[in-house]
């Protein structure tokens, strides 16, 4: 009997032990979660719910930069897809995307309506220099995140003045770098002539290549700029013609790179090496042209290419292809555009999921702290990484040769801030 009481005390503290344990560390998790909702009471929770997400994107959907379109089919894709799965933490995702047709007076009237009637959660996805940089002022100053912007001008990382805006691809100072690494070892007494769009986007790229080869053999013989407004770069092809450069700098958005592409396949009396800069890489650039005619044009790139049979049992770019097929069947797979969008899409999606507070303020901080975050659309070893002195989340790139009917990369992939250092103020 005495036994029997005695197991039964013992089982009774043994339960008021664990319950008491119990008790405990659900008051820690509370305690926890108060300081959190704590440190999060105040912040911006426009746009977002327990259940739904508003994010806004502006697109050149129509205009001298209209192919940039497809990069909303490829994140609208994304976004249909996370849904389909429950969304992002719970939250179904709602993309609304605004056409600026690449005017920056539009993208202002485009980003008011997205912020003020729309209310959106952030601005996601500005694209090109010119109307990043106009709209920009207006965003921090209401305090709206402006993560991953479809640019690469130095400034989204340099400026210290913006902290609710963010890069996301390789700056074009860094890619500037890579392309002059290049002709150092394979032409290092190259004479380059330059094509360039007369904005900040080309002369940031300019710039950047400028002062990589500033102390080598390789010197830069001729330049032409042209206005996105201009019907053609015809003659400004000519003219680079004439320097007799054995290397070609096609620094140019889809429409002038067509152009420049088509000008000199068309001149056999001139032959350079043409490099064109990564906005213009896709193959719905050099399709028009012929592939025939843009073979050993050589590029950069950091995120799968779809057209490259070597990511063809790659589970990503299958998941990628499939949703493509469903949500948007229209849009071809193939175009590189479409797969930066969902690679972009997916990056935020990471940021999403690393929000301390569900809040604008959380967001802002989340894009400004990654630590190697890997995206499976993003080529092997290239990751996400930002910090409070680095907000260019890219920073590894990869050469690539146009062969046949495809891109084909080769060499090693080069990380400009380990090789090169952050582009300077």
């Known amino acids: 009997m005495r036994k029997t009481t005695v197991l039964r005390a013992t089982a009774a503290a043994s339960a008021a032990l664990l319950l008491?344990?119990?008790?405990?560390?659900?008051r820690g998790q509370d305690d926890k979660e108060a300081a959190a909702d704590g440190a999060c009471r105040g912040q911006q929770t426009t746009g977002i719910t327990d259940k739904t997400i508003k994010l806004g994107g502006i697109y050149p959907l129509s205009g001298p930069a209209s192919a940039y379109g497809a990069i909303s089919d490829g994140v609208?894709?994304?976004?249909?897809?996370?849904?389909?799965?429950?969304?992002?933490?719970?939250?179904?995702?709602e993309f609304v995307?605004?056409?600026?047709?690449?005017?920056?007076?539009?993208?202002?009237?485009?980003?008011?309506?997205?912020?003020?009637?729309?209310?959106?959660?952030?601005?996601?996805?500005?694209?090109?220099?010119?109307?990043?940089?106009?709209?920009w002022d207006y965003l921090?100053?209401?305090?709206?995140?402006?993560?991953?912007?479809?640019?690469?001008?130095?400034v989204w990382g340099t400026d210290d003045k913006h902290p609710w805006t963010t890069g996301w691809q390789p700056n074009y100072v860094a890619e500037a770098r890579v392309y002059a690494k290049y002709l150092k070892e394979e032409k290092p007494k190259a004479k380059v002539a330059v094509l360039y769009q007369n904005d900040d986007f080309g002369k940031d790229l300019l710039g950047g290549f400028k002062e990589a080869v500033a102390d080598s053999g390789i010197k830069v013989v001729a330049e032409e700029s042209y206005e996105v407004t201009d019907p053609s770069v015809s003659a400004q092809m000519t003219s680079l013609a004439r320097?007799?450069?054995?290397?070609?700098?096609?620094?140019?958005?889809?429409?002038?790179?067509?152009?420049?592409?088509?000008?000199?396949?068309?001149?056999?009396?001139?032959?350079p090496l043409h490099i064109v800069n990564a906005v213009s890489a896709s193959t719905t650039v050099l399709k028009p042209v012929g592939f025939k005619n843009v073979q050993d044009v050589v590029s950069a790139t950091y995120f799968k290419d779809p057209a490259d049979p070597q990511w063809a049992e790659d589970a990503e770019m299958k998941t990628y292809k499939e949703a493509l097929h469903k949500y948007a069947p229209d849009s071809d797979p193939a175009n590189q555009l479409n797969a930066y969008g969902w690679a972009v899409a997916s990056s935020l999606h990471k940021a999403l999921d690393a929000m301390r507070c569900p809040t604008r303020e959380g967001l802002r901080d989340a894009?400004?702290?990654?630590?190697?975050?890997?995206?499976?659309?993003?080529l092997p070893g290239v990751t996400l990484s930002t910090g409070s002195?680095?907000?260019?989340p890219l920073e590894t790139m990869q050469l690539m040769q146009f062969k046949g009917e495809r891109w084909q990369l080769f060499g090693e992939p080069v990380d400009t801030r380990k090789e090169f250092g952050a582009p300077t103020k």
């Open 20 to 26: 008491a344990t119990a008790c405990n560390s659900q």
């Open 76 to 93: 609208s894709t994304y976004f249909k897809h996370v849904n389909g799965k429950g969304g992002i933490d719970g939250r179904t995702v």
């Open 97 to 135: 995307v605004r056409d600026d047709g690449y005017q920056p007076p539009k993208a202002v009237e485009e980003a008011r309506r997205l912020v003020e009637q729309e209310k959106v959660f952030a601005v996601f996805q500005t694209l090109g220099t010119p109307s990043t940089a106009a709209v």
């Open 140 to 154: 921090n100053k209401r305090k709206v995140p402006q993560p991953f912007v479809a640019t690469g001008a130095s």
């Open 243 to 271: 320097s007799k450069a054995n290397v070609l700098l096609d620094i140019t958005t889809p429409k002038f790179g067509s152009q420049a592409l088509a000008a000199d396949a068309k001149n056999t009396k001139w032959n």
């Open 367 to 378: 894009v400004r702290n990654l630590k190697d975050v890997k995206v499976d659309m993003l």
């Open 389 to 392: 002195d680095d907000a260019f």
